[in-house]
């Protein structure tokens, strides 16, 4: 088919985009991840572990049968699911407004609930597989876990089996996805009951918020019972600065054709956009955050920054979210909490008078992984004696926050955790061995 090659063409081009700027945010450099997985030694009798990716980490499907079209080339009806996240349309001049029309949620702010656009559909395939998570595309273009489960499966796991993914809507923040928890419980009891022993929980960035949402909730006797540990990955727990930005004037993290400003529209939509505002007491109060001629926005100014910018609803989704893991409650389960160091991180966005219609004009860079500042990253420290269990905090030095999910030492890593040596180094170096020179934006 003639989309399919043009798509290859545009995620080649995305891929090489993604070499000389390193700009994705949490997706676009994952695309033809290193194929550098070794054989690891076989074993048995590790413990079964489910991956909860991030944020715009798994396929979406929507089925339509919309009231109105915004363009009338747009599909009206359509009698099967088809993929919604990644589908090919967003890379077309109007698909992009297609889709957009179609995974953009509605906020109500009375019920102060978001709901798909009216008559669309949208449902996530392979819960408990691996499938949705190892790529994004039914063409296996977009690799995501890829490596990793390809890793484990070499180790001795079982796809589908002893490693599942756990896939949801990454469009909405926990307190709206109640259903997808008590799947997530089921899973684990289920992986339990079968295997007979307990489960490692893995998260990459906003998956790990999930993972801690998640393990919140239980009951310390349920977690002891079933759960072996916490290995979370690349997690923003102060929260994105990042985000900011993405409200304020969109970010298209290297996707070609589809503008900054064009896709914020998606973007402003997606409830996990505030749940990721930076916490109120991680940065200092008088940390400019944004900054546009007319004002400065800090930590402690975000009802200003959404009314400046006439997106009222902004703040109500980030009051709705804003409690939800930023008090950092202890998981009470071992953890093993990794994050790239080592790479300047936009801390704060200068804007000139086109704010928030224009890209920001200059940056302030702090230690972080290209995406997250360090300073976020490392707040899990928190929990070292507070809670029973330990807590392992392994810093890698010049990591980029998508390699995580596949660079070999941070698979090699985990395949010890997996394989009972629970201690790890507090500091791992790979700035010698990262593919790329890494060129922070712009
Ligand atoms: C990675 O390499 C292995 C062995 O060379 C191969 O079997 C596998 O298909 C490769 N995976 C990808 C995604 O290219
Ligand atoms: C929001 O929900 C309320 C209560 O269900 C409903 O009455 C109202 O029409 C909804 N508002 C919008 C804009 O859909
Ligand atoms: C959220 O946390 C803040 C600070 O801990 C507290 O003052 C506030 O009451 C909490 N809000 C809700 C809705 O729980
Ligand atoms: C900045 O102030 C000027 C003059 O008051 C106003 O016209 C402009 O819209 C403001 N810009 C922003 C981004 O608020």
């Known amino acids: ?39 690891g030694v076989q074993s048995n009798d590790t413990p079964p572990i489910i991956i909860v990716p991030g944020n715009l980490g798994n396929r979406l499907e929507a089925k339509i049968d919309k009231p109105t079209l915004v363009h009338w080339m747009c599909y009206k009806k359509t009698e099967d699911w088809f993929s919604l996240w990644i589908d090919l349309n967003m890379f077309m001049p109007i698909g992009i407004d297609c889709w957009i029309d179609n995974i953009k949620l509605v906020y109500n702010k009375t019920t102060r609930q978001s709901s798909n656009s009216p008559g669309v559909e949208v449902r996530v ?5 691996t499938y949705a998570i190892e790529f994004l595309d039914s063409n296996r273009l977009a690799g995501y876990f890829h490596t990793m489960v390809q890793h484990l499966v070499n180790m001795g796991y079982t796809r589908d089996g002893t490693v599942r993914g756990a896939p949801y809507d990454w469009r909405l923040a926990p307190n709206q996805n109640e259903k997808y928890l008590s799947k997530l419980k089921e899973l684990v009891e289920e992986m339990y009951d079968l295997y007979q022993q307990p489960i490692h929980l893995l998260g990459h960035s906003m998956g790990s918020h999930y993972v801690l949402y998640f393990l919140n909730q239980q009951t310390q006797a349920w977690k002891d019972k079933h759960i072996k540990g916490f290995i979370s990955l690349g997690a923003p727990w102060g929260g994105a600065i990042k985000t900011l930005r ?90 093993w909490c990794m994050y790239g160091v080592g790479i300047p991180t936009p801390v704060s966005y200068v804007y000139d008078g086109g704010y928030p219609d224009t890209d920001p004009v200059d940056y302030v860079y702090a230690d972080g992984d290209d995406t997250v500042d360090s300073l976020s990253m490392s707040q899990c420290k928190r ?60």
């Open 1 to 39: 088919m003639r989309s399919a090659n043009v798509f290859t063409l545009l995620l080649t081009f995305a891929f090489l985009s993604a070499v000389h700027h390193t700009s994705a945010f949490w997706l676009f450099n994952v695309i033809f991840p290193p194929n550098a997985t070794r054989p």
């Open 125 to 129: 395939p392979g819960f408990g597989q």
């Open 246 to 335: 993405v409200i304020a004037s969109g970010e298209n993290d290297g996707i070609p054709m589809i503008s900054n400003i064009k896709i914020r529209e998606e973007q402003r939509m997606a409830v996990t956009n505030p749940w990721m505002l930076p916490n109120v007491d991680v940065w200092p109060k008088d940390h400019v955050l944004i900054s546009t001629p007319n004002a400065t926005y800090t930590n402690q100014d975000y009802e200003q920054f959404f009314s400046d910018m006439d997106f009222e609803d902004g703040w109500l989704m980030w009051e709705d979210t804003k409690n939800l893991t930023s008090g950092m409650q202890p998981p009470g389960v071992e953890v």
């Open 383 to 442: 929990w070292i004696g507070q809670q029973e269990a330990p807590v392992h905090v392994t810093e890698f030095r010049g990591m980029p926050h998508l390699d995580m999910v596949f660079h070999h030492k941070v698979l090699g890593l985990m395949q010890q955790i997996l394989e009972g040596q629970s201690d790890t180094p507090e500091e791992v170096d790979c700035r010698d061995d990262m593919i790329f020179k890494t060129i922070p934006k712009p």
